[in-house]
């Protein structure tokens, strides 16, 4: 299967290509040029498969031209070593809990396969150990670094800004060692995102040693999140209860509700979904008026969701064909305050005795409040509340149980290379260590 640009000045790229360089050289983002639709004894037989069976018939859509069968089998299967179970909150609402994966986020489950697939290209065309570059202000570095541990062929650098991230979330990928390496930087987000895309900008660094991105907009990162879609639906099923489906995902850079639209065009019979934005609507604005216009974020307690520019838009506007009605059709959108998530995390925790996440409470409230009689409605819990103890726990006044996977993070010993935030530092560094 070949993958265009949505900027249609590149020509179409393989999926290898795809997955190596992230973005097209136009700066666009790479679609598959078909999405097949699954036959109707799948949807039909659903309710009596596994998450992993289900997911290597959606992945064998995909992915299934490009690689034999059983690799991509194992790939799929090796990539979901965990459950993501749909629980019932109350009447007819459900949480869809993807926390359950090594890091408590739903980034696992794309970080991990594109680790898989990257390592199969790399192993496939016999080539050099290739570098991936990783600024993170949080969960992203996380996810990448415990997607990418143990992958033989791929060397991690996870660049982040000392003395900013929480001690949980800097332990998640400090304390790995192997091809996992930390550079605490001594700067902000920024000057680490500025040093990546230096890095990937400077010639003689690429000639001397293979980089690349673990973006959010990989294709091989975003696709496989539409296999927990299909598996939430098959849950349904299972109960009795899929009728009238309606999907509400917490969105920021809206890769993971763009992997739900994908599952729909496959046939999913999800009726709507609900776009849930936090203070930066930017998408939500978008929906009302038709006019879509970036700004800079501002910081949340859903600060995953804090983006400005989602940069999955132009795969939403391509797959609708640019046309503003189309999305209306399928998305309708909401955005809370701080205020309004405090109130709602707390609110769910003390009638319904379910503990949301500041991102997942976004959904809830959305899927809550815009739900119609005769709805289904899952919303997308998109990490674990105990990452963001510091935030939960004031909120309900009460102590936040940690999980084991976070406590053995925890119990780890902090390995970084203090590193400036100056270029030329950065690239003797790399250059150094090969
Ligand atoms: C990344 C993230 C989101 C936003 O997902 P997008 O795919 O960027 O829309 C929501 N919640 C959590 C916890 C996240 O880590």
Redo the contacts with the bound molecule.
């Keep these: 299967m070949l993958y265009y640009s949505t900027n249609k000045q590149s020509p179409a790229a393989t999926l290898e290509e795809a997955v190596v360089r992230g973005l097209a050289p136009d700066k666009g983002l790479y679609m598959p040029e078909r999405i097949k639709t699954l036959p109707p004894a799948f949807y039909h037989n659903m309710g009596e498969m596994s998450f992993q069976e289900i997911s290597f018939i959606v992945a064998e859509a995909f992915f299934g031209e490009d690689m034999e069968a059983d690799i991509l089998k194992n790939i799929v299967y090796d990539t979901l070593r965990f459950d993501v179970p749909l629980v019932r909150v109350h009447d007819s609402i459900y949480s869809l809990e993807l926390f359950h994966g090594p890091t408590l986020?739903?980034?696992d489950v794309g970080a991990r396969f594109m680790a898989r697939l990257l390592g199969y290209f790399i192993r496939k065309e016999g080539r050099r150990e290739v570098n991936v570059l990783v600024a993170t202000s949080g969960?992203?570095g996380s996810?990448v670094a415990n997607g990418f541990l143990d992958v033989e062929g791929i060397h991690v650098y996870v660049l982040y800004p000392k003395g900013k991230v929480s001690e949980i979330q800097e332990k998640q990928f400090t304390t790995l060692g192997k091809n996992i390496t930390a550079l605490e930087i001594d700067g902000t987000f920024d000057d680490c995102q500025a040093l990546v895309k230096n890095a990937f900008m400077d010639e003689e660094l690429n000639r001397k040693m293979a980089l690349t991105s673990a973006n959010?907009i990989n294709v091989a990162r975003?696709l496989p999140?539409a296999f927990y879609y299909f598996y939430a639906y098959a849950q349904l099923e299972k109960q009795d209860a899929a009728r009238e489906v309606v999907i509400c995902?917490?969105?920021?850079?809206?890769?993971?509700?763009?992997a739900g639209l994908f599952a729909k065009r496959m046939g999913l019979p999800v009726k709507r979904f609900i776009a849930a934005n936090n203070r930066n609507d930017i998408f939500y604005q978008y929906l009302r008026t038709g006019e879509y216009s970036p700004r800079p974020s501002v910081p949340t307690l859903?600060n995953?969701?804090d983006?400005g520019a989602?940069s999955?838009f132009a795969r939403v506007l391509d797959l609708y064909g640019g046309s503003h009605e189309a999305v209306c059709a399928d998305i309708s959108g909401a955005a809370y305050t701080d205020e309004q998530i405090r109130e709602t995390l707390a609110d769910v925790y003390r009638r319904h005795h379910y503990l949301l996440?500041p991102?997942?409470t976004c959904g809830y409230r959305a899927l809550a409040e815009g739900l119609q009689a005769g709805e289904t409605g899952v919303f997308l819990e998109?990490?674990h509340p105990a990452?963001f103890i510091d935030r939960v726990e004031p909120i309900i006044g009460e102590r936040v149980a940690i999980p084991d996977t976070l406590q053995r993070f925890m119990q780890g010993t902090k390995q970084s290379i203090p590193l400036p935030s100056d270029f030329v530092h950065f690239k003797r560094y790399l250059l150094n260590r090969r």
């Design positions: 986020a739903f980034k969960d992203t996810a959010s975003f999140q995902v917490p969105s920021g850079n809206f890769g993971n509700i763009t859903a995953a969701m983006v989602p999955n996440d991102h997942g998109t990490a990452k």
